[in-house]
């Protein structure tokens, strides 16, 4: 049987960065494949092994359109050049690098997209922004046409990830 994975990127404490994170465990309590592995790259890897697609999610930068804008980009893994690795840095990784270094070890030969919400705002210690929050509906739509056989309930999903938003960033 076909094996697809959602992998959550981030940063909880650096405002909207923290988006892949929480939209991937709140996916993950409603019963998708879901993992928030943060900036585990060894972690990732391992969830990568084996599956036939992977979605992951992440907070992007301006350079792929208007803060809040919800963005999917396919990765062609067979056509990323080598160059992609050269600042590989094990608590900063792009999707890409994470994806490229799955492949490169021989973990995951698979399908890979990137979907992501645009973002300016990954201040430390800061809440991930309204404007980012209110795209999880859009992204979570977004991964259930990628990946259909999943059966997300976007629904369930999305109070999940509102109520891991009302939730303090540092608990006492």
């Known amino acids: ?23 991937a465990e709140a996916l993950q309590e409603c019963g998708a494949p879901a993992a928030s592995v943060e900036l585990d790259v060894f972690e990732a890897v391992e ?7 992977a979605v992951i999610v992440d907070a ?7 803060p809040g804008e919800v963005v999917a980009l ?4 067979e056509n990323v050049d080598v160059e992609v ?16 270094t799955a492949w490169g070890v021989g973990a995951f030969k698979g399908k890979a997209w990137i979907v992501g919400v645009v973002s300016d705002n990954v201040e430390f210690l800061s ?14 739509e977004l991964i259930c046409r990628l990946l259909p056989e999943l059966r997300i309930d976007c629904s369930c999903a ?3 990830f509102r109520e891991k938003l009302s939730r303090p960033l540092v608990q006492p």
């Open 60 to 66: 992007l930068g301006t350079e792929w359109g208007k």
């Open 1 to 23: 049987m076909p094996k697809a994975v959602i992998l959550g990127l981030g940063n909880r404490l650096a405002g909207d960065d923290a988006f892949g994170v929480l939209a």
């Open 127 to 140: 809440p991930v922004s309204q404007r980012t929050a209110d795209s999880f509906h859009e992204v979570c």
């Open 85 to 100: 690795l050269r600042n590989l840095w094990a608590h900063r990784i792009t999707p890409v690098q994470l994806l490229a």
């Open 158 to 160: 999305g109070n999940r």
């Open 47 to 53: 969830l990568l092994r084996d599956a036939d697609k």
């Open 74 to 77: 396919e990765v062609q893994l």
